[in-house]
């Protein structure tokens, strides 16, 4: 059975460092054609994909916030972490991370589909 | 990266048909044939129910299905059930690995 697990604090202070763990089980980091991305939603709001990290250790980031996103894996420990710079209250939101699958199309395959998402961890940003 | 185009809300009966849009550009949606889409009920995480515009992963009911036409992706319901009512988003592939989501629809079962 897949499942993935986040965890972090629940209260960051502005202007912070947020660092999320994502604890994976029933796969590994190291499959072929597997990834593992973070999507966020601000209460009430729709979702907003973060960042993803593939089995080649292939990083890519969302535009508007890759200046504060690092995303890494450690495969031992079945673990990806993403750490966001400089949290403000407008980064209050559940953070969720999931497994992300592709398909060819053409002679490429596309990451673009996530199939399995853990329960999300709700992170507060406030003085 | 701008949101996927989706309507706020849509409504239907039980046994009716439901359809959502999801209306992108020719960089996202009109480029591939890469979309998704996702049911969230409230509190809980998403769940996957349509990939590559219109496979239905193992265990999702063949009354949703997905197309595409240009830019505009679409998620069908049909014989909609009081236990469809939920926020619908829909995701595309948007080049050089990065993903948008639509805005996402609440549909009610009236």
């Known amino acids: 059975q897949v499942t993935l697990k986040e965890s972090g604090p629940v209260l960051v202070k502005p202007t912070e460092t947020l660092t999320l763990t994502c604890t994976v089980s029933g796969f590994s980091l190291s499959n072929a054609r597997m990834g593992v991305s973070w999507i966020r939603q601000p209460p009430g709001k729709a979702l907003e994909w973060l960042a993803h990290i593939f089995s080649n250790d292939e990083k890519s980031y969302s535009t508007s916030l890759k200046s504060r996103l690092t995303i890494s894996k450690d495969t031992s420990k079945s673990q990806v972490v993403l750490t966001m710079t400089n949290m403000d209250p407008v980064d209050t939101a559940t953070y969720y991370c999931?497994?992300?699958?592709?398909?060819?199309?053409?002679?490429?395959?596309?990451?673009?589909?996530?199939?399995?998402w853990g329960k999300g961890t709700t992170v507060t940003v406030s003085s | 990266q701008s949101a996927l185009t989706q309507p706020a809300s849509v409504s239907g009966s039980p046994g009716q048909s439901i359809t959502i849009s999801c209306t992108g550009t020719?960089?996202?949606?009109?480029?591939?044939?890469?979309v998704s889409w996702y049911q969230q009920h409230p509190g809980k995480a998403p769940k996957l129910m349509i990939y590559?515009?219109?496979k239905r992963p193992s265990g999702v009911s063949n009354r949703f299905s997905g197309s595409k036409s240009g830019n505009t992706a679409s998620l069908t319901i049909s014989g909609l059930q009081a236990e469809d009512e939920a926020d619908y988003y829909c995701c595309s592939y948007a080049g050089s690995s990065s993903l948008v989501f639509g805005g996402g629809t609440k549909l009610t079962v009236l």
């Open positions: 020719s960089s996202d949606v009109g480029s591939y044939n890469l």
């Open positions: 590559e515009g219109s």
């Open positions: 999931a497994r992300i699958r592709g398909s060819w199309w053409g002679p490429y395959y596309y990451y673009y589909y996530m199939d399995v």
